[in-house]
């Protein structure tokens, strides 16, 4: 058998320090790689459409000859919705209701109560403006990305949503095009990388500037979001994407594997780690990877993912599985062991997780309902996943009484006092009387 993925032993002298070389964030900042989305951004801010366009052209070789070649209007998302043929219309359009009744249950309202001084307190809940998703398009294409990061903030009530997509030589998939209709997706711009990025974040003549970018991209996306944060909201910078299984040796090994499988076949660095307290069950797990494998049409990509940063880790019991997990916080959590269901609040550091062995990942990333926009590189440990929640704004109300406002006037005027701002402390003592009239 020949060796696809490290194994570990939780109990052995060294497990601590192979499993911190296995999960290091590589995430040291490439010096040449800011640099060259700075300048992109840059030229965009400054340039507008002419720059964007002509990045476009040199970046994705796109036909453009004008801005208004790269708009895509709710019309043409329609009829290449129209076009699909009936099974393929009927699974976007289970994906788009399950995802959308989910996240219909995470809209947060305003509030508000009265205090013993007649003081009227609260919080006020009103959606964004305007939102930007980022939408890949390079290798691949990616409608249920379309559906996850549009139709949350559609629910949340979001007037506008501006999607960029890159469409190499001009291609864009159809899917694409019908998932954004599902959506409601506002308009389209067939531009990727730094430059869209730059594009929604500034505004340029055409494209409207946004509040908030979400979605994943490429390393030169993930920079690029990083670099204008604060000029608008970004959900992440996400990493590479990442699953671990805790099982008890009782699903098929067959299954186990292919989930493995699913995650690693992302991207060469994906990571796909799986734990159980039975090696027999590791060894036919393996095995059946190996069977497996040279099925699979990512198999170099698979191949590699589990060579950098996949692992079969032995542990004692579940409860030592479980620590492992908190401490690792991982993206996707896949729960395959008997009476899964009773220990789910005991696993409280993960982005998303699934329970039971009939519950796999890849249900998840494209119709469950949940978002499979998660936190990857362990910061589930203080983040969440994307969810109607990032779209929406929260205000402070105050509405003071006039007993409210004298309380709280000699209370707020000793602690301004403290602080040495006299004004703030005569502001308040101001309300300690009644205004002439």
Request: glycine share 8%; aromatic share 4%; hydrophobic share 45%.
């Amino acid at each position: 058998m020949s060796i696809l993925l490290r194994r570990f032993d939780a109990a052995s002298d060294s497990f601590q320090a192979d499993l911190t070389a296995l999960t290091a964030r590589h995430d040291e900042r490439d010096g040449e790689l800011t640099s060259r989305v700075a300048t992109i951004i840059e030229a965009v801010r400054k340039g507008g459409d002419a720059a964007l366009l002509e990045l476009t052209q040199e970046l994705d070789q796109h036909p453009g000859v004008s801005i208004s070649d790269l708009l895509i209007e709710p019309p043409e998302m329609q009829a290449a919705l129209n076009a699909l043929d009936t099974k393929t219309r009927g699974a976007l359009e289970v994906a788009a209701e399950r995802i959308r009744d989910y996240h219909q249950h995470q809209v947060g309202e305003s509030w508000s109560f009265e205090d013993a001084l007649g003081n009227r307190l609260g919080q006020q809940v009103t959606p964004m403006a305007r939102v930007g998703i980022y939408v890949p398009g390079g290798k691949a294409s990616y409608p249920s990305s379309v559906l996850m990061n549009a139709i949350p903030a559609k629910v949340a009530g979001v007037a506008e949503v501006v999607m960029v997509v890159p469409a190499p030589l001009g291609v864009i998939n159809p899917l694409v095009l019908a998932a954004a209709a599902l959506a409601g997706v506002d308009r389209i711009f067939t531009a990727g990388g730094a430059q869209a990025i730059a594009a929604l974040a500034f505004g340029t003549e055409t494209v409207p500037g946004v509040d908030k970018i979400v979605g994943p991209g490429n390393r030169y996306v993930a920079e690029a979001k990083r670099q204008v944060f604060g000029v608008v909201g970004i959900d992440m910078v996400a990493g590479p994407s990442e699953v671990l299984i805790i099982a008890d040796g009782t699903a098929p090994a067959t299954w186990m594997a292919m989930d493995l499988f699913s995650q690693a076949e992302h991207d060469e660095q994906a990571q796909a780690i799986l734990i159980c307290p039975d090696s027999a069950y590791l060894d036919a797990v393996e095995a059946a990877m190996e069977d497996l494998l040279g099925t699979m049409a990512r198999e170099d990509i698979i191949r590699a993912a589990l060579a950098n940063r996949g692992a079969l880790i032995k542990v004692d019991n579940l409860d030592e599985a479980i620590a492992l997990s908190n401490r690792l916080a991982p993206e996707h959590l896949q729960l395959a062991f008997e009476g899964a269901e009773a220990r789910v609040s005991e696993l409280t550091v993960a982005g998303a997780i699934f329970v039971g062995q009939l519950s796999c990942e890849s249900l998840g990333d494209y119709c469950a309902g949940p978002n499979h926009v998660l936190p990857t590189s362990s910061t589930a440990r203080f983040s969440s996943p994307l969810g109607v929640y990032d779209f929406q704004k929260r205000s402070s109300i105050i509405h003071c009484s006039t007993n409210g406002a004298m309380a709280l006037a000699e209370v707020a005027s000793v602690l301004a006092r403290g602080e040495s701002l006299e004004a703030h402390a005569r502001s308040a003592e101001l309300r300690l009387t009644t205004p002439e009239t």
